[in-house]
């Protein structure tokens, strides 16, 4: 051995090269795998899963098994091939590939009750959406959660608002389902299909088989309170605690129109016209929030708005302050409405509900099929004469200044009638204040895909001229952002007079072509050029290559609010002459406060060259804040006040497709292989016992004579 060593230390660099050498077997041992598992699978990177959510008293959602699930694949593109899964297929379970327009309560119900031949569902994009609509929220949103919990109004029983809604987004599947969104993905699944599922003159097909296999298992069970109550004993006790799931939460977006010190609160003379709307959408899949309808357009109509107001240069001098907020998470039991009127309440932000004014709140806006733009105002609270003269004073404003906007007519519905599922409704449940909610609709939403991966940018009639490039296109007005800059105009022009304004309004009018900027990159491709330059460099990947998903996650804040905070900023902020280390820190630039403003080193247009950009730095109010529930702040995980809601966590989301061989032949494979293995087991004992015999041990060397 001594020499052995020695002949090793003798050869430079041998001991690298035996390194080298084992590196370079196990290299190409991992990439011989990995070529295997590509000729196996067929992965599908375009897809979307029904993952798990839980609130006080339930979970919904879907989930796979924890090694996945698998099945055969069966395309369904009538109710009628559905008996082949169902009853006739001779191999279960089976993996549906389901059209869209097929995607109905009705016929989920029909695959939920037979889990033992069902493994998991595919579900194509329908193309064109559903002409009948589809909507898999609730009929009644965020019902419970209002101001008509308990009164003559709650559980819709005055206006059905979302009449389409199916209830499905809210119904707990034991089976994983996903959302194909790529078509070529789509077309290949269904080719492998007919390569191999389809049997010949009525028989049953032969194996192989196509088989599909989808990983969506969720942590979490129950209920909020059972997940909460586990990831916090977790925490306590364990040095690298296991968390099953999350609370919803994200930051709401707020400006002022004049600045005020953020590290104190208003005096209570001090008023505030607020103006909300929401972010936030969601669909029956996780991430596919297009929200065309139900958010995006009445957030670009308040911050087309904010822009208008922020232009007139009187706006110093106003008796009121007004304050834009942009909620995060009201899908969702009024998420962030609710945490700011509890912040409100503890003195922990600077504006307190005695201080509100009036609120303007814009719901949905975009598919008004007249003139008419509807002025939503709460019963309950108009018995008090005191508010029910503010809120006659609101509406005679909003009714004056519209009249100077001949494309919007400004009209009242009954008013026995209750707000529409609305943030301001948070707001009354706290304290009666005047408010309105301006909508489409007078009665139920003319939307009729609330919620669903099919409120896009075509719901609301988004669409542009097929010679134009995309950068053409961020300058091409289209019919609806002139109708949604003719809203603005209005929301601008009444805000104006809450706020005490006295001059003449004709001059305030909101831009067309900034609403059609923003509608083209909330909803058709996010990464425009406009939009670069509004954001920091770091935040580019946040704009992703298509159209913003506005679902409310679970981290730090979304693509949505990072791009309407920036957005907002630009638009109603004011460019400084500050160096970028002055900008990211004002506190050693004499005459810069940031408890009165926000700094931000933003990019910048395109020089004359388009080669680079000319970055800057932009001073405005618009800031985040937390929409964190308040039922996880005080722990009250069972809170029927707050809401509650948690997404369970999870280790692996993926899909992918393969050929299957019959159980015979996976059986014989496992015989012959157990074989295999009884036979090595009974030769090595066999060799081991008769070593002495097989293998002589060499003779010792003799001594060596010099």
């Given at each position: 051995?001594?020499t052995?060593r ?18 370079c077997v196990?290299?190409a041992g ?15 990177n375009?897809?979307?899963p029904?993952?798990?959510l ?7 959602g ?9 099945g ?5 593109e ?12 001779p ?6 590939l389901?059209?869209?327009k097929?995607?109905t309560r ?6 939920k ?8 569902l ?15 929220s609730?009929q ?18 005055v206006?059905?608002?979302n009449?389409l809604g ?8 034991s089976f994983?389902i996903f959302?194909?969104?790529d078509e070529?993905?789509?077309n290949?699944?269904?080719q492998c ?12 097909p032969?194996?192989p088989?196509c088989?599909m296999?989808?990983f969506?298992?969720m ?13 916090s004993?977790?925490s306590?006790f ?7 799931c ?5 930051y ?10 953020t590290?104190g609160?208003?005096?209570p003379?001090?008023?505030?016209v607020?103006?909300?709307t929401r972010l ?14 139900s958010?995006v ?8 708005a ?6 007139i ?6 008796p009121?302050?007004?304050m834009?907020?942009f909620f ?10 609710s945490?700011m ?9 600077p504006?307190?509900?005695?201080n ?5 709140e814009l ?5 008004r099929?007249s003139q008419d733009?509807?002025m ?8 008090n004469?005191?508010i ?6 609101l509406?005679t404003?909003?009714?004056t200044v ?8 400004l009209?009242?519905p009954?008013?026995?009638q209750p ?16 408010g309105?909610?301006?909508t ?9 895909y609330?919620?669903s991966?099919y ?12 010679h134009l490039?995309?950068?053409?296109d961020l ?5 609806t ?10 929301l601008a022009r ?6 005490g304004?006295i001059a ?6 909101a831009?067309?072509?900034?609403v059609n900027?923003?509608?083209f990159?909330?909803l058709v491709?996010?990464n425009?050029?406009?939009f ?5 460099q ?6 992703g290559g298509g159209?913003?998903?506005h ?6 804040p979304?693509?949505?609010t990072?791009?309407v ?6 638009l109603?902020g004011?460019?400084?002459?500050l ?11 004499p005459?810069e ?7 931000s ?5 395109l020089?004359?060259?388009g080669?680079?950009?000319?970055p ?8 985040l804040?937390?929409a964190l529930s308040?039922?996880?702040?005080l ?14 966590r999870?280790k692996?989301?993926r899909a ?12 014989i494979?496992l ?6 293995l009884?036979f ?5 004992y066999?060799?081991?016992a ?6 002589l041990?060499?003779?010792e ?6």
């Amino acid at each position: 051995m001594a020499t052995a060593r020695g002949a090793w230390e003798a050869v430079p660099g041998s001991q690298g090269l035996l390194r080298l050498l084992s590196f370079c077997v196990f290299l190409a041992g991992v990439c011989r795998g990995n070529s295997v598992e590509r000729k196996i699978y067929v992965s599908l990177n375009r897809t979307a899963p029904c993952v798990r959510l839980l609130n006080a008293t339930h979970q919904i959602g879907c989930q796979s098994s924890i090694s996945g699930d698998t099945g055969v694949i069966h395309v369904v593109e009538k109710e009628e091939d559905l008996q082949w899964v169902l009853t006739d297929g001779p191999n279960p379970p089976y993996m549906v590939l389901l059209e869209g327009k097929l995607f109905t309560r009705p016929l989920m119900e029909k695959l939920k009750g037979r889990t033992k031949r069902i493994a998991g569902l595919a579900v194509s994009v329908a193309k064109p959406s559903p002409p009948e609509g589809f909507s898999p929220s609730g009929q009644c949103p965020n019902d419970g959660f209002g101001v008509y919990s308990s009164s003559e109004f709650a559980h819709c029983k005055v206006v059905q608002w979302n009449p389409l809604g199916n209830g499905l987004a809210y119904e707990d599947f034991s089976f994983p389902i996903f959302l194909l969104e790529d078509e070529n993905e789509t077309n290949v699944i269904k080719q492998c299909y007919r390569d191999h599922n389809l049997g010949r003159n009525g028989s049953a097909p032969a194996f192989p088989l196509c088989a599909m296999q989808l990983f969506s298992h969720m942590h979490a069970v129950t209920s909020t309170v059972t997940c909460m109550r586990r990831s916090s004993i977790q925490s306590t006790f364990s040095i690298n605690p296991e968390i099953v799931c999350d609370p919803l939460s994200d930051y709401n977006v707020w400006s002022m129109l004049k600045p005020i010190n953020t590290s104190g609160t208003l005096e209570p003379d001090d008023k505030v016209v607020v103006a909300a709307t929401r972010l936030d959408s969601r669909s029956f899949f996780w991430n596919v929030a297009p929200g065309a309808e139900s958010a995006v357009a009445s957030f670009v109509t308040q911050l087309a708005a904010a822009e208008a107001l922020q232009k007139i240069p009187s706006v110093a001098t106003l008796p009121h302050n007004v304050m834009f907020v942009f909620f995060q998470g009201e899908t969702f039991d009024y998420i962030g409405s609710s945490r700011m009127v509890y912040d409100m309440e503890k003195g922990k932000f600077p504006v307190k509900l005695e201080n509100i004014h009036s609120f303007v709140e814009l719901g949905q806006v975009a598919l008004r099929t007249s003139q008419d733009l509807w002025m939503h105002t709460d019963p309950m609270s108009q018995k008090n004469d005191s508010i029910k003269n503010q809120v006659e004073q609101l509406l005679t404003t909003l009714e004056t200044v519209g009249a100077g906007v001949p494309a919007v007519v400004l009209q009242r519905p009954r008013q026995s009638q209750p707000l529409p599922p609305s943030s301001l409704q948070r707001f009354l449940r706290a304290q009666n204040i005047s408010g309105v909610v301006l909508t489409d609709h007078s009665a139920a939403f003319q939307n009729r895909y609330y919620q669903s991966i099919y409120d896009t940018a075509e719901n609301i009639n988004v669409s542009y001229p097929p010679h134009l490039s995309p950068e053409e296109d961020l300058d091409f007005v289209t019919d609806t952002a002139q109708a949604l800059a003719d809203v603005a105009t209005v929301l601008a022009r009444a805000l104006y007079r809450l706020a005490g304004g006295i001059a003449s309004v004709d001059s305030i009018r909101a831009d067309p072509k900034t609403v059609n900027r923003l509608l083209f990159g909330f909803l058709v491709k996010a990464n425009n050029s406009w939009f670069q330059s509004l954001i920091r460099q770091d935040l580019k990947p946040y704009l992703g290559g298509g159209p913003l998903q506005h679902y409310i996650a679970v981290s730090s804040p979304t693509n949505t609010t990072y791009v309407v905070q920036y957005a907002l900023a630009n638009l109603t902020g004011t460019v400084i002459d500050l160096t970028q280390e002055q900008c990211q820190d004002p506190s050693k630039v004499p005459n810069e406060n940031k408890d009165l403003y926000e700094y931000s080193w933003v990019q910048g247009p395109l020089n004359s060259n388009g080669t680079s950009r000319l970055p800057h730095c932009v001073r405005s109010t618009a800031r985040l804040v937390r929409a964190l529930s308040p039922a996880f702040e005080l722990r009250q995980w069972s809170s029927t006040e707050y809401s509650t809601w948690t997404e369970s966590r999870w280790k692996d989301i993926r899909a992918r497709i393969f050929l299957v061989a019959s159980k015979e032949l996976e059986f014989i494979t496992l015989m012959v292989g157990f074989g295999i293995l009884i036979f090595s087991l009974i030769a090595t004992y066999c060799i081991n016992a008769k070593a002495n015999v097989l293998f002589l041990t060499p003779r010792e060397p003799g001594a060596v004579s010099y």
